[in-house]
């Protein structure tokens, strides 16, 4: 363990889901005194009552302030509960100091961490130095915002153990101390500000990656990225590049339809596995940072040769009749979707739709001009409609959901054609989660045989 900063410590849990959950066991285990307060009715909260058998005080149906009459040493947020939540804004207000499980996990292990953020691309590179780091023997864990739980892996890290992290703006707003080794900025897009307010606090919500790091650690970014590039100019850590379109004096990068790391090739373009323009930037970050963890070169090319994407994530599903199936149900903002729709040439038909958080689909319509007809479900139906018009779409076809969106984009398909889902738009009009979304997707593709 690292320190005792939530060892014998009164300390709020403020949400329970995953994080939250493994949070409240975690300090109860290193005897602090724990309390978790969430919005679900006991009598409804399954993980609420598995909580209070374990003997931690519990306080549902919603987030009374005088909880915090309690006088807590620190409160743990889940990392969704956004900061004008009462109980969180009260906590601040008073000098309590406000963190996500992350700042625990980083507080539970002597283990190196790597930290990956940015706007798209997370879940792929964060996986693609997993695999690299595991092929080259160097006894990684991956953690975080991919789906386990970061204070959980850290428990049960060795000292020599990397951490490989996926860190969201959210998670990363709720850090003090938590330092990685190698900090990962892949990108910065507008995103999530209906939680953020302001792109420059979701900027600065990013830039806290770097903040704790120190000149024997090192800073990997988008050399391509102008905001990345300001945002790491802060950055006390040795700065490592990236570029898509030029030559890096310290980095990688791809020239001459080779990828390079500081003038030494990896591997030529044409023998990576992984589809679309725009993973080659998750593939250079990964490459840096396996680089910089001494992973050696037949490793890193092995991974990049066999490895064709993570579930959700521009993912293969299946060929039915010579049309090809993706699933990319994670494109949950405009930008994703435009990157998906560029990673194909030919007869694309597009599944899109889901969560109307108030936004047009102008951005959208450059990209739509790929695409031959449109599929679009859920609250954004309409606005995607019109941004299809506008881009001169010929079929556009509105349906219930992705099942049957599945149906219709089959039953319009030619021979050759490529059915792409990829929503631009968050699954919670309809699904619980892009997951879900995507499974339904996957299980609708497989009925077609």
């Known amino acids: 363990m690292k320190s005792n900063e939530f060892v014998n410590k009164k300390i709020l849990v403020v949400g329970l889901a995953k994080s939250g959950f493994a949070a409240a066991v975690i300090l109860k285990e290193l005897g602090s005194d724990v309390t978790v307060n969430d919005q679900k009715p006991y009598e409804e909260n399954e993980a609420a009552q598995i909580i209070k058998e374990k003997g931690i005080k519990v306080i549902c149906g919603g ?67 997993f695999e690299m780091l595991k092929r080259g023997n160097k006894s990684p864990l991956i953690a975080g915002n991919i789906g386990t739980v970061a204070c959980e892996v850290a428990k049960e890290a060795e000292d020599d153990d990397i951490i490989v992290t996926e860190l969201s703006s959210f998670q990363l707003m709720g850090v003090r101390d938590f330092r990685p080794k190698l900090a990962v900025l892949l990108n910065i897009f507008d995103a999530h500000l209906d939680y953020h307010g302001t792109k420059k606090d979701y900027i600065n919500a990013k830039a806290k990656i770097f903040e704790n790091q120190s000149e024997d650690d090192y800073s990997i970014v988008n050399a391509d990225d102008e905001e990345v590039m300001q945002v790491v ?140 007809t449109l599929i679009t479900f859920g609250q954004t139906a309409e606005k995607l409609k019109k941004a299809g018009n506008d881009a001169g779409i010929e079929t556009i076809k509105l349906v219930d959901n992705v099942e049957h969106a599945v149906e219709q984009a089959y039953a319009l398909s030619e021979n050759g054609d490529t059915i792409l889902l990829s929503p631009a738009c968050a699954s919670w009009d309809q699904y619980k989660t892009f997951e879900q979304r995507g499974d339904i997707f996957i299980n609708a593709v497989h009925k077609l045989k």
């Open 63 to 129: 987030h009374p302030i005088h909880i915090l009459d309690d006088h807590f040493d620190v409160v743990v947020k889940n990392p969704g509960i956004p900061y004008s939540n009462p109980i969180i804004h009260a906590a601040l207000e008073k000098g309590i100091p406000v963190v996500t499980e992350v700042e625990l996990a980083y507080h539970l292990t002597n283990a190196n961490f790597i930290g990956i953020t940015g706007s798209n691309g997370k879940t792929t590179t964060t996986t693609l130095i």
């Open 233 to 372: 100019a802060k950055s006390k850590a040795k700065k490592v590049f990236f570029s898509t379109t030029k030559v890096v004096d310290f980095g990688a990068y791809i020239n001459d339809n080779v990828l390079y790391y500081n003038q030494e090739q990896i591997i030529n373009i044409d023998e990576i596995a992984l589809p679309g323009k725009h993973n080659l930037e998750n593939i250079l970050a990964a490459v840096v940072a396996s680089k910089l963890m001494e992973v050696p070169n037949d490793a890193i090319k092995e991974v990049l040769t066999i490895f064709t994407g993570v579930k959700h994530r521009l993912q293969y599903v299946d060929t039915i009749n010579n049309r090809k199936f993706y699933n990319d149900s994670k494109a949950t903002n405009i930008l994703a979707t435009q990157k998906a729709i560029s990673a194909f040439t030919g007869g694309i038909i597009l599944l899109a739709g889901g969560l109307d958080r108030g936004n047009d689909f102008d951005d959208l319509i450059p990209y739509l001009k790929s695409v031959k």
